[in-house]
């Protein structure tokens, strides 16, 4: 469970994390990187959709909601019958808190920006 965000770091269970961070059901992968900085593409995505299979992917944009969601992303997310919910940060963790409570939930969060 995500315990709160603040600019630059995110707490869950208990650690505090000051990298981008993937969040699924059985870990957290911090120093998360995406291969265009602001963008997020199907490369960035894809190994943890694959292995994971959730039903909703929540992506916290940055603070200020930098991050876009590129529309060929979107699309690999669709066809995988992926719930995409894309939310500056400050809000996505909290409503990934909420549907992690009722489905398979993966969280993609850029904590800076």
Not at 78 to 87: A, S, T
Request: proline share 3%.
């Amino acid at each position: 469970m995500i315990e709160n965000y603040s600019f630059g770091k995110i707490v869950i269970d208990g650690v505090s994390y000051r990298s981008d961070v993937i969040v699924t059901p059985q870990e957290v992968i911090s120093n998360w990187w995406r291969r265009k900085g602001h963008e997020l593409c199907i490369a960035d995505i894809c190994k943890v959709v694959e292995e994971y299979q959730p039903e909703i992917l929540v992506v916290g944009t940055g603070k200020f909601g930098l991050m876009k969601i590129l529309p060929e992303t979107e699309d690999f997310l669709q066809e995988r019958n992926v719930r995409l919910i894309v939310l500056k940060t400050g809000d996505a963790w909290k409503r990934f808190n909420s549907e992690s409570a009722q489905a398979q939930v993966v969280g993609a969060f850029h904590l800076t920006c």
